[in-house]
């Protein structure tokens, strides 16, 4: 069964940079794609990035085009979010998935979870 475990979230300023890490194990992925989402008390899963397993397609959502980078290692089995510019707005839990059938951008496209991990930006 395979297992999802994100890590790489803190505390950073407004300006700053994180990178989350989204651990693979227990199951064949090669040919998934994965996204990454986040959620706050006011909103549910918000889409934030994707990208194929093959190929390396990637898309974003238009709160983080331009500032956020998707990217995955296929050799260590492990998604990456790399997050600059980091803005107020983008403190939430983050949370990466396995894309399973149907939209990119819809959660309920998604079938297995991580626990995610929190990403708290400060002024």
């Known amino acids: 069964q395979v297992q999802l475990l994100e890590s790489g979230g803190g505390l950073v300023q407004v300006g700053g940079s994180l990178r989350l890490s989204c651990a693979i194990s227990?199951?064949?992925?090669?040919?998934?794609?994965m996204g990454w989402f986040r959620q706050t008390p006011e909103k549910w899963r918000e889409f934030v990035a994707m990208?194929?397993?093959?190929?390396?397609?990637?898309r974003y959502g238009d709160a983080v085009e331009g500032r956020f980078t998707i990217s995955r290692d296929n050799a260590k089995n492990t998604l990456y979010l790399q997050m600059d510019q980091l803005e107020l707005e983008d403190s939430a839990v983050y949370y990466c998935a396995t894309h399973r059938s149907g939209g990119f951008f819809f959660a309920d496209s998604y079938d297995v979870w991580g626990q995610g991990t929190q990403v708290t930006v400060s002024s």
């Open positions: 990208i194929t397993w093959i190929g390396g397609s990637e």
């Open positions: 227990g199951g064949a992925f090669d040919g998934f794609a």
